[in-house]
Structures are given as C-alpha cells and as structure tokens.
C-alpha cells in the first residue's frame, strides 16, 4: 500500500528520554580511527614472537566480521522493529559507529601487518569454523523476516557485550602491561561504544518484553538462555583455537563468562555464570574502567526499567592524540 503522507521527525516531541539521552552520549563520544597513531607502537609489535603477534591479528580478523555482521545485517534488523522516531535516529549513529569499528581494524592492520599476512588474516576470518558459525547463526537470524524482532534484540546484545569479548581480551591485556597502547586506544574507544549500545538494545528489549503475556516472557527467556548455552558452546571451541599456543584460553573463557552475564544484565535477566569481576585476570580488569558505569548515566534518566550496570571508560581517561604528538 502506498503511503499518502510522510512523518517528520520532531526531536521537541520525544516520548522516550532515553532515545534522547542515548543520541546525545553516541554523539558525544564520537571519534574516528584515523585520529590515532597506530604507527607508534611498531617497537612494542617487533619485540612480539610469531605466536602472539598470530594471536593480535586473528582476534581482530574476528573482530572485524563480527563488526562487519552488527554494520550490515545487524542494525539494519533492528530499525525493522523501532517504537520511536528518535530510535531509528540512534540506531542509524549505531549502524555507522559498527561501520567505523570495523574499518579500524583495517587501519591496524595496514600499520602492523603486510599484505600478505592482511590476505591470509581475512582469509582465516571468512572460513574459520567457530568464527563463522557464530557469524552466520546470528545473521541468519537477522535476516529472516518470521524471526521475532526481540529474539534480534537478544541476538545483538549477545554479539555486542558477549561474543566481541574473547578478541578484547589481547588488546585490554597489552594495554595492562603497557604495550601497544594505540591499538588499545582504539579498542577502549570500541569498547566505550559497545557499551553504550549494548545497554540502548538491552533497554529497548525490556520494553518489548513488557508487551508480552507472562507466558510469552517465559518461551522467550527459554529461548535467550538456550541460545546463550549454544553460543558459549561454540565459544569455547574458538577460544581454544585462538589462545591455546600462547596458555591464554582459561583466562579468556573466565572473561567471556563474565561477559556473558553483563549480556544477560543488559536483557534485564539473572547471570547465569558464577564467574565475577573478582575472577578476571586484574590486568585485564584494569583495562576497562571500574569507576564509572553507564548505570550511573541511563538511571539519570530514569524510568523503571533495570538497566545494566555495565563499565565503561571515564571520558577523562579518553584522550584522543594528536597525530603530531609523541
Ligand atoms: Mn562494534
Ligand atoms: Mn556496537
């Protein structure tokens, strides 16, 4: 049916604060890869042996098709389903920010890595088993219209604040031992904004779920926690098949579980896991700061809803460089 008239979007009207809120954050925060000197730390990358430099490109080879998924088929999902104007507005800042995360490991690799090895990472990442099942599996729900558009919700904050978090694991680790700090600026400015979205999602799903008759809430956190187990499943197999040459995969597998449970808080749910910020390796924990969390920021603006209390960086510990700068 055609339409006989189109709706401007008036910011003067906005029935949720918290679209308003989270636009105003994004923006804030906005920041472009090509703004850090990634060239400064070549001394710290030369002193890595093959097996760890191996370790740095495949977990942003990951990185970069999960990125790829969430700026193509993944936000351009969730604007299928938006009960606002000023949702679709967020979620477009969203969908070009995935854009921008995904290009910056490009920008990693072209300093760190030469063609060749650029060739063969990208290679690795568009057939690497674990990798690509985690890949298609939530694309391919991205893309099937019959897909309950909540179950999309899930599937996002699973990828954003769960799957992304056994590559995070090798920058926020250097960064701990104070190498490769440029590639880790990038990776905090990442994570900043993953932080931001997987709340936003996690938000939106928890006023949807309130739409829903008890038992309809009851198949559907079924459904989250099965798909949760199915996903650390896989997980585990491709967190071996990353860190097991350089002794890392416990440590990572403790991290992703601590993850998994903030992915749960963002959907308003129970952990599932015992693992807590007590239990991650303290020079990882260091990388992601501690002192603040979106909660302080989402609660300001106050509705009931239970928002995840997930870290993020101080925008004082956000320092973009100058390309001059030594
Ligand atoms: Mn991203
Ligand atoms: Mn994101």
Do not use: C
Not at 112 to 137: C, G, M, P, T
Not at 200 to 212: C, E, N, S, T
Not at 241 to 252: Q, R, S
């Amino acid at each position: 049916m055609a339409l006989k008239k189109y709706k401007a979007i008036n910011w003067n009207e906005v029935s949720d604060m918290i679209d308003k809120a989270t636009w105003e954050k994004l923006t804030e925060q906005f920041w472009l890869d090509t703004r850090i000197p990634v060239s400064n730390d070549m001394d710290d990358w030369r002193k890595l042996d093959d097996d760890h430099r191996w370790v740095v490109s495949h977990v942003f080879g990951g990185l970069t098709l999960l990125d790829t998924v969430q700026s193509e088929a993944g936000l351009t999902a969730l604007k299928e389903d938006v009960k606002t104007p000023h949702e679709t507005a967020v979620l477009n800042n969203i969908q070009f920010m995935e854009s921008v995360h995904a290009k910056s490991y490009s920008t990693i690799f072209s300093t760190l890595n030469s063609a060749e090895e650029i060739h063969e990472i990208f290679h690795w990442s568009d057939s690497e088993e674990f990798l690509q099942n985690k890949a298609v599996r939530i694309a391919n729900l991205y893309l099937d219209d019959s897909v309950n558009p909540l179950k999309k919700k899930i599937a996002n904050v699973f990828l954003e604040t769960f799957l992304f978090y056994s590559g995070f694991y090798t920058p926020l680790y250097y960064l701990g031992h104070n190498q490769l700090n440029n590639v880790a600026e990038i990776i905090k400015l990442i994570l900043r904004d993953e932080s931001v979205h997987g709340t936003y999602i996690g938000y939106k799903f928890q006023v949807g779920m309130h739409d829903l008759t008890e038992k309809q809430q009851q198949d559907m956190k079924d459904w989250m926690y099965d798909f949760l187990y199915e996903l650390y499943d896989n997980e585990e197999k491709y967190t071996h098949t990353l860190y097991d040459t350089v002794g890392w995969t416990d440590d990572v597998l403790t991290f992703i579980r601590y993850n998994a449970n903030k992915a749960l808080m963002n959907l308003g749910q129970e952990p599932l896991f015992p693992d807590t910020s007590s239990d991650v390796n303290p020079v990882v924990m260091n990388g992601i700061s501690t002192t603040t969390s979106n909660h302080d920021f989402f609660s300001q603006v106050g509705n009931g809803y239970r928002l995840g209390a997930v870290e993020a960086m101080h925008d004082n510990d956000y320092h973009v460089k100058d390309p001059n700068e030594k």
